[in-house]
């Protein structure tokens, strides 16, 4: 069964300074990684996705994601945090129930980001 | 703005009771998923529809179902409700059946927060 771990549910940084948050997942196929985001009282919104093409995904808003299989991790990063990167981040991962022929999305439990003017 | 509608937007209800929330998916899209959003449980996915057709089903309790209409508009229904019930639900609308493998993205309603009394 796949699953992700995302390392801190709350990460507190300076506005201008880097922003990485951290995604470890487990799946025994290749898997097809997502990061969402998720803005008060809003629904997800996707950052960015990896489908097996290049390693280093670019995203919406400055983020990126570089999969790197060895450490089976998906971290987010951005170079310069606004103000409004304040929000919930979420990875989710998904494989292929080649039985149903159906994907499911298995989330992380989110890290929450704070940006401190 | 997703394009994806829920309503409605709160409910508050006793334990015991049933209740349906509503989603409209964005115009186009023919798979609907529902997603329970809690504090101790997270984010899980709650079951697929792809026009009309149940296409995958996650941690969906047996109290829980639902269904999706010919208009493409869908409904999920929760009986027997329980303090544990209390969450958001969300629901997110894709183009194909396949959003998981990244072909396409799914889009987010702003959610039903659901508070069981």
């Known amino acids: 069964a796949q699953s992700v771990t995302q390392l801190g549910s709350h990460v507190s940084v300076s506005e201008g300074a880097l922003v990485l948050l951290r995604c470890n997942y487990s799946s025994s196929v290749p898997p097809y990684l997502f990061w969402y985001v998720q803005y008060p009282n809003q629904g997800l919104q996707l950052l960015l996705k990896y489908t097996s093409a290049a390693t280093l995904v670019k995203g919406i808003n400055g983020f990126e994601a570089e999969f790197k299989k060895s450490e089976t991790s998906f971290h987010l990063t951005k170079p310069s945090a606004h103000m409004s990167d304040a929000a919930e981040y979420f990875c989710?991962?998904?494989?292929?129930?080649?039985?149903?022929?159906?994907?499911?999305?298995?989330f992380g439990k989110g890290t929450k980001l704070s940006v401190i003017p | 703005d997703s394009g994806v509608t829920q309503t409605p937007k709160h409910l508050i209800t006793a334990t015991g009771q049933r209740v349906t929330l509503r989603c409209s998916p964005r115009s186009g899209d023919l798979s609907v998923y529902w997603y329970q959003q809690s504090l101790d449980q997270g984010l899980q996915f709650l079951i697929q529809y792809y026009n009309g057709e149940e296409r995958a089903k996650g941690n969906i309790l047996e109290r829980f179902s639902a269904q999706q209409f010919p208009d493409l508009h869908s409904e999920l229904n929760l009986s027997s409700l329980e303090l544990g019930d209390s969450a958001l639900y969300f629901c997110?609308?894709?183009?194909?059946?396949?959003?998981?493998?990244?072909?396409?993205?799914?889009?987010f309603g702003p959610g039903t927060r659901l508070t069981v009394l």
């Open positions: 997110a609308s894709s183009t194909s059946w396949a959003s998981g493998s990244g072909t396409d993205t799914q889009y």
């Open positions: 989710a991962v998904s494989d292929q129930d080649s039985g149903a022929g159906s994907y499911q999305l298995t």
